[in-house]
């Protein structure tokens, strides 16, 4: 099909598309199904757009063998999904429930059926509520619970899933949903977000510890790691760039890659963060070596000093960091309101490269984009901004890869249009759009793009393999 040329990326380089739970699966009350804390969030009035919830979202429950021969029929080597916790473990602990074992089960044989590899994230956002009435990441119990649940994913399903992702982008878990309350549960802390952001990280190093104790092969976390840039020289936006790369990377970055706190941690959160939540040895479980890391990329921030930061403590939120965002990019933006900017993508890669001298290889977890897509009366779906998105970011890993960074696979976000957490169904990212009266899937142009790529990556490896063969002696 036409559209932008194709990135080239290196033999062995492998493609695939991702998706969460909480998204796409629906049946949220279905086979033993126990309520999670965005079943009560959105449930809530004003939470979500519209009162959007994500009860039957893109009803792949239901669906999920079209949803597989739809991955098939894109090529790719690796699906990224998410296990729901509480469709596994209806009270977050405790009696294991079988039908929801048993649908992961007929998932993971489709996929492999279908010659695609599974990626597992153990947890993408959908904490059972049970857990949070205790509450929640806030406290250690919930990191234990966590390493329980991981081992008991892995022992059913490890024979045949081998590569897992513990969190999906843990400051989004504990500054969006426990200090900004834009997200489940809804909360505006200052130290009870920060004790969440730390709980999240021992909780993945338990996770790590359990994965590897039952003899799995690859383990990651994913982060949403952002490109921070200043507004402008002056020494407060250059400060308040520190503070919020202390927020948005830093806090997870450091324990996880380098074993300290970050440097700046006093100056970002004035007394908050250094709480009896921390135990001797958490940095060292924390900082348990992994296989890869995954990194979700949209798009960069630009931040400048705000006029002031709440004075008291107690009232502080652990967002509240003295910083603004603002758009400096003069660039287009996706439908969420983002800047593209795929250089920035180059950037952050190079700069995580150089920081880190002991970094796992890198994955693509996430990226993609939000577009107002066209439906054409014969059906079709047209959307070249999002083609152009894809090829353009694409091309920027490939350029940090000519720069030495070990890039080892693209996810694309996401396969389906769907439940967009607080978005509700405003928003889609999806290679394939779904209309939610019908929950007909119907393939989108840069669904066939990305399917195109797939097949001329293979072509041109098969290809220079042919070539190596030929002029061997």
Known sequence: MSGPAFPVLPPGFRFGAATAAYQIEGAHDEDGRGPSVWDTFSHTPGRTLAGANGDTAADHYHR???????????????????????????????????????????????????GIAPTVTLYHWDLPQALEDRGGWRVRDTAEAFAAYAALAAERYGDRVHRWITLNEPYCSAFVGYAEGRHAPGAREGRGALAAAHHLLVGHGLAVRALRAAGDQEVGITLNLDRVHAASDRPEDLAARRRAETLHNDLWAEPLFAGRYPAHEAETWAGLADGPWRQPGDLSLIGTPLDFVGLNYYRPICVSAAPHREPDPERRTAVDVGVAETDPYGTRHTTMGWPVVPSAFTELLCDLHVRYAHLPPIWITENGSAEADTVTPDGLVHDPERTRYLADHLQAVADALASGVDVRGYFVWSLLDNFEWARGYDQRFGLVRVDYGTQTRTPKDSYRWYRDLITAHRARTKDARRTRTQLEP
């Open 64 to 114: 999920h063998r079209e949803d597989v021969r739809l991955l098939h029929g894109l090529g790719v080597d690796d699906y990224r999904f998410s296990v729901s916790w509480p469709r596994l473990l209806p009270g977050g602990t405790g009696a294991v429930n079988a039908k929801g074992l048993d649908f992961y089960d007929r998932l993971i044989d489709e996929l492999l059926t279908a």
